[in-house]
């Protein structure tokens, strides 16, 4: 394997490290110190789970002295969805969104590679346990992020926490008091000394690892569940499926087998935390021959150089941040 144990985990609990309080956070309407970013103990979200995020990253490029925020706008979008099954409202429209992020990492004045974290919430301070009729609030903070999984060759372990069905607490958006189903399995992998939770659906099918959503490879194919097994609408999935594509590697969306997992040729989880972390073993067996596959590396080195703006495809997918 690419790294051992013991250096996947410590790559990992860097990660659960606490965010400093430093610089500029947004909320509720005005640019704030990020200590001073705060909500009432009694707020609704607080004790229910009644909220909505995202996740996004910007990508520092030394050579350009830019950062580019990596499909900023479809984040946005995604979020515009996401609040509906919650009745929380928006203060703007993607388009808003977009430019408050702007301004936002520019006061900052980040130049390293940058996570974004946009919240959306019920803010009323009460104990009804109901959505409609209560205040709304959000915010936006942002701190440096390197891999949030390891990318070297990471360890799954099938979750014995069954992923959220979609007639119970809808994993198709990014819903707060959802991720308690995550943070279960998750912690699960990590007691087993693996990296990634692999959820399966209440039928037993495969559905997406615990922050990430996950491709495999098959006898030359990509395949990933489809949006009906409970799966997070990935943007990044959305854009690993154009690449393949452009790519000439076929590329199918359907039901998978726990098993077919065990026999395929490759495994890689993506999405904009994940980003793309190949799978090299899972319950103990080793994934095809042990080693990142090809096509999750070809993969991986397109992604990473669009992001970063070293490839100049898909210019639509970025924006900079400073003029």
């Avoid at 985990?9 to 965010?19: F, P, R, S």
């Avoid at 707060?176 to 990590?190: P, R, S, W």
């Avoid at 076929?250 to 972390?277: H, K, M, S, W």
């Avoid at 994934?287 to 070809?298: C, M, T, Y």
Wanted: aromatic share 8%; glycine share 10%.
């Amino acid at each position: 394997m690419a790294s051992t144990v013991e250096q996947r985990l410590k790559e990992v609990a860097a990660v659960g490290q606490e965010i400093a309080e430093t610089g500029i956070a947004y909320l509720d309407g005005a640019f704030v110190p990020m200590a001073e970013a705060k909500v009432s103990l009694a707020t609704h979200a607080l004790q229910y789970g009644t909220g909505v995020f995202e996740g996004i990253r910007a990508y520092w490029n030394p050579a350009q002295e830019q950062l580019y925020v990596f499909r900023l706008r479809e984040h946005y979008e995604r979020m515009g969805r996401s609040v509906r099954i919650l009745r929380v409202t928006l203060p703007a429209d993607a388009e808003g969104l977009v430019k408050l992020t702007l301004e936002l990492l520019r006061k900052n004045g980040f130049r390293n590679d940058v996570y974004v974290r946009p919240l959306a919430f019920k803010a009323a301070r009460s104990v009804k346990v109901a959505l409609r009729g209560l205040r709304d609030g959000f915010g936006i903070y942002a701190f440096p992020l390197g891999a949030y999984l390891p990318t070297g060759g990471l360890a799954a372990r099938t979750s014995s926490w069954r992923r959220t069905a979609d007639d119970a607490i809808p994993a198709r958006g990014k819903l707060t008091g959802a991720y308690i189903n995550t943070a279960l399995a998750v912690d699960e992998a990590h007691d087993y000394e693996a990296d990634e939770a692999i959820f399966l659906t209440a039928d037993g099918h495969v559905s997406e690892g615990g922050g990430a959503n996950v491709f495999m490879v098959r006898e030359g194919v990509l395949t990933t569940p489809p949006v009906t097994a409970d799966i997070l609408e990935g943007v990044t999935r959305e854009s690993i499926l154009t690449l393949a594509k452009e790519l000439g590697i076929p590329t199918e969306e359907r039901v998978i087998d726990r098993t077919e997992l065990y026999v395929a040729d490759e495994v890689f989880f993506c999405g904009t935390g994940a980003q793309v972390a190949p799978c090299v073993e899972i319950d103990r067996r080793p994934v095809g021959d042990g080693a990142i596959g090809p096509i999750a590396k070809r993969i991986g080195d397109l992604y990473f150089a669009i992001a970063r703006g070293d490839d100049k495809s898909h210019a639509e997918w970025r924006t900079a941040v400073y003029r």
